[in-house]
């Protein structure tokens, strides 16, 4: 299986589009369908003769739902977060929302633990990912086992919470007996001290999100230069150089991808949190998500939850423009 | 495959390597599954039996793990006292639901995105893209408002639009690369025999049907999984198996047969589902960057 | 901002534009067999004071309200039951149950919304009463109404055990009653009677008195027969741990846990403000002070010699905790005997348990020359009506929430379930009587002695504090006490810190 590859908006190589490197059976090669990203290819020959207003009015019906579901709630946070909505009276309140945070040290820290938890994450993702990934690629294996490591990406995150607070109990978790047995942890549980807490968190994630990595990166694999790879062999380069050399930066702009979508990942859901630590102890593991939780529905501080609100969604619009970025000019560099 | 010969020549580094890879494999495999394991088997023992535990460090007693009465009570107490019945429906019609109308909508607009430029594009297209990636907590109490002044507040249908919010701009993100790889030419036939713009559309359709029926499986998974808008928008008329699960957490006592049970009942489906759109998930989950 | 929607944006949109909007496709989903509205709808038939009771019962029938409740066990009985409730009345009630933290969310927001998806609330008293009290109809005029039909136990301060209809009805006024006391959680003491007699010449050779727990016990007899277990146990002994502290992640009840603690010892309380009524502007807090640090110095160290999990568990999940037979003794709400009881479920089950109230506070330890009592909180969850809704609607709402609370139906949930009355004359029934003892088919009764005749009486009860940031200053607390426990700083530290976090929150800086 050659074919299988990826198409990161390759814009042409060797005169023909990038969709060349994707096959799917039984549709012949001239019409194949092929999932691709967006910013990919405009093919030349697209716009066609006629009128816009029929695109436009199928487009319609979805820019309209979208158009509903998001710029009006946005600009409705937007006034919310100027005003003081609390208890039975709104006020604009001179951005103290927003002033006020700089002074709010449960924001602050916020941030401060959501960059840890996702570099946490991220670090052992892709180690364990990127490593397994070499280990399964080509093996015999291969197709059931990584089968097999699917299974826990199609939990729901809560399920996942829940299933890892019951393994990481105290009085009836077996993940805690091991961790005791194996004398890594003493008789208080993982999610007991503020210490270990975040590593708790942790391991829920990568044990749900490590087996994206790894499909990445085998996807990645697939495509480094296998002649490159044999040629440096020839010259007597050791696999370990070769990996650094030539597989690794192959690798590059898909782990880069995976980064960005994990990194917005964890903005996005915070059940798994919610469930096993609420944000604490002693709001050891309160990420800025669980925090902006925290404010908006249960102190019901919808003023101050929506002034952080916005700059989360800053933030992640941010983020999500150099996604785009990476996306469009994500070509895989040669080695 | 001749390459990989080459690559496969013994030195004492790479058998140590494969070595210790065959040894992580396994090691990460049973870390990736036991929890499902465990989860699964609790779901068959009474409360006090999933509360048995070796003494610390007594590896032989891992047997009592093994030591119990099945039983399938807890299953039986969801389905005839608590009401999973019910939730077992909603989550499947939200789900499904959201699933559809996000391709449906998604499909059309996916096309004509592909079909047209016009000035604004990219940044409607982006704007698309970014309304997916919203931090779910950071929009819920604006969208909580608006879906109550329809009166869609604990109803399917307004779960189906909330799940909407996130699965319509995946489709048009995903399709639209599908659409692009479908060259404009067979269209262009298609009309020069006589077809309608629409009937066009439709006779391209089936040339992108296996993936376009690979999205809407993902949709369906993504709206499944979901804890948060279900526990505030669709709670009440329209609870789903993940806020039921969460529910099951009472004052009075914390039911963990129940809860794994239902976990498995949660879970099950996606994974088989998951099972069947194999060859897209990764492209499904890296928003189309990445292709198997 | 969602009472006053005339000036906002999202009202300058009306209902029409909204469906141009894009709201048409939304409403095109709307429509069909799926839809389960939330709505209520009154059907009315007039009645005189000289009507018939049937008929003042069957005024609204054919009406349909929603009931948004907490999952404790009254609302599972009454939702069992709600055929008797539709049979007496032709009403339809929906009862909705949630996680506490998602009632407080959905009450939250359509309370503040104007709307009136939840006619009925289950109003808890500090976390949903303290913030939205306002927003609930006053009861105080449908009492003395002749048109509707009433309890022949009145709803006066006596027909309810002392200080419960204020708990759960008064927020900071006492003209106004907004809420009906419909269940009650009461902290007592849930120690193994069993483990203390086998243990207790150890106990005695070592400490020089009883291993026994009763009314005068003090935190500092806790603090030693925690120690005591613990050390037997970390010395192989087949015993389990002896106490664990309430400090898992939900802020309220980790913050009831503190201030048992601190009231015990000289009645101490975060603010100078009246603990029945509450305050609105509470001013400055007590925290920092001597007593706060002294206390919080001696809760460090009763946490020291608690369970190992001390951080993790809170109030459910310490009660597994002791279900599984790993600590001797907890501080623990008496709805709770009901699952200890359970032999299906609990190794603490069958005689093994013994109740008794909170622990004393220990003289030698008070700094503001206050009393030792043995500190006792509470969570009363009220029924209240929505002040939203129409005055059919609220009279309709007041004839369930009436029923609901009525000595019938408490004795009913008690008998079923496992419920915890707030009437007085439900402990008057003689069965229940019969109940406080052994064998018992109604396990909660076991406590009611330890509750209702001493814990709630004075001055062991603590009601408060009622302050509209009720919420954000549970989170406050526990956030900042759990950091103390887990030595990332000093009792003194952690003090000051809630006192600086608290003044802020209350603009009393």
Known sequence: MTNASITLAVPSQKGRPALELFRVRHIPDSVESRPSSAVVAEPTSINPPGSKRYYFLLMAPAILVLAFISIYPFFWMIYMSLHDVDIGKVEWNNFANYLKLPSDTRFIMGWALLVQYSAMCLFLQIV????????????????????????????????????????????????????????????????????????????????????????????????????????????????????????????????????MLRFMDNFRFTDSILVLTGGGPGNATKILPVYLFEVSFKFFKLGRGAAIAFILLIVTIILGMLLVRVFERGQPKKG | MASREVIEYETGVSKAFNVFAAVFIAFYVVWTVLPIFIMFMSSFKDLLEAFKLP?????????????????????????????????????????????????????????????????????????????????????????????????????????????????????????????????????????????TRLQAFRAILPLVAPGIGAFVVLCILFAWNDYLFAAIIGSGGAKTLPAATRELVQPQNIQWGQIMAAGVVTTLPMMFLGLVIRKYLVTGLTMGAVKE | MFSIPKNAVYKRVSRRKFLELGGGAASALGVGSMTLGLGSTITRSPVQAASSEDAKWKQYAGSKLVFMSENTPPSFAIRDNIKAFTDLTGIEVTILTDDLP????????????????????????????????????????????????????????????????????????????????????????????????????????????????????????????????????????????????????????????????????????????DDVYGSKDPGKTNWGDDSSIAMLTKFKELADVCHPDNLANGT??????????????????????????????????????????????????????????????????GIGINGNASEDLKRAAYIFAIWSVSRDNQFNVLKGLGGTPTRKSVLEIEEVKKAQQRPTTMPNALTFDAVYNYGIKNPNFVLGPKIPNANEYHSILAAEVQKCLSNEQSPEEAAKSIQGQLDELNGAG
């Open chain 3, 102 to 273: 998602v009632v407080q969310q959905k009450v939250g927001i359509d309370l503040r919304g104007g709307k009136a998806d939840y006619v009925l609330n289950y109003v808890q008293d500090k976390p949903i009463g303290a913030p939205f009290g306002e927003f609930y109809t006053d009861m105080t005029p449908l009492f003395g109404d002749s048109t509707l039909p009433q309890d022949p136990d009145g709803y006066g301060d006596d027909a309810w055990f002392e200080n419960f209809l204020s708990a759960c009805g008064r927020f900071y006024t006492e003209g106004k009653i907004v809420a009906l006391p419909y269940d009650c959680a009461v902290a007592c003491t849930f120690y193994r009677q069993d483990l203390f007699e086998a243990n207790s010449k150890d106990f005695e050779a070592e400490y020089g008195y009883r291993l026994e727990f009763n009314k005068d016990s003090t935190w500092q007899n806790v603090i030693d027969m925690a120690a005591f277990f613990k050390k037997a146990k970390e010395a192989g002994k087949d015993v389990p741990y002896g106490y664990a502290q309430h400090q898992g992640s939900f802020a309220w009840t980790t913050q009831l846990d503190i201030q048992r603690f601190l009231f015990a010892n000289g009645r101490w309380m975060d603010w100078n403000i």
């Open chain 2, 55 to 195: 003494e610390v460090g007594d590896w032989a007693g891992v047997k009592v793990f093994f030591e119990f009465t099945p039983t399938t009570k807890h299953y039986y107490e969801l389905f005839a006292n608590l009401g999973f019945s019910t939730y077992l429906f909603n989550s499947l019609v939200a789900a499904g639901g959201s699933a559809v109308v996000s391709v449906v909508l998604g499909s059309m607009c996916a096309y004509s995105l592909s079909r047209i430029d016009f000035r604004g594009k990219k940044d409607l297209f982006f704007w698309i893209i970014s309304t997916r990636m919203a931090p779910v907590v950071a929009v819920m109490v604006p969208l909580y408002w608006i879906f109550r002044e329809l009166e869609l507040v604990g109803t399917l249908p307004g779960l189906i639009l909330a799940y909407t919010t996130f699965n319509l701009p995946f489709a048009i993100w995903i399709l639209k690369g599908f659409f692009d790889n479908v060259p404009y030419a067979i269209e262009e036939a298609q009309m020069v025999d006589g077809a």
């Open chain 3, 316 to 381: 459910l999940e310490l009660n597994t905790v002791y279900q599984a037979g790993n600590i001797a003794m907890q501080t623990q709400y008496h709805e709770f005997a009901a699952s200890i009881e359970d032999e299906k479920t609990s190794r603490a089950a069958g005689g093994k348990t013994a109740y008794a109230p909170c622990p004393k506070g220990d003289a030698k330890w008070i700094k503001n020359g206050g009393e030792a009592v043995n500190g006792t909180n509470c969570g009363i969850g």
């Open chain 1, 128 to 259: 364990i990912g990127v490593f397994l990934a070499v280990a399964l690629n080509g093996s015999r294996f291969e197709k059931v086992l990584v089968t097999t490591l699917l299974m826990p990406m199609m939990m729901a995150p809560l399920v996942a919470g829940m299933v890892w607070y019951f393994l990481y109990n105290g009085t009836f978790g077996w993940y805690h007996w091991l961790l005791q047995s194996l004398g890594i942890l003493g008789p208080k549980s993982i999610l007991a001290s503020a210490n270990t807490a975040m590593i708790g968190i942790v391991l829920v994630d990568v044990w749900q999100w490590t087996p994206l990595i790894t499909l990445i990166t085998l996807a990645g694999l697939k495509r480094v230069p296998q002649d490159q790879l044999e040629a440096n062999m020839v010259d007597g380069a050791s696999p370990v150089r070769n990996f650094m050399s030539v597989t690794l930066p192959n690798l590059y702009p898909v782990l880069l991808i995976a980064i």
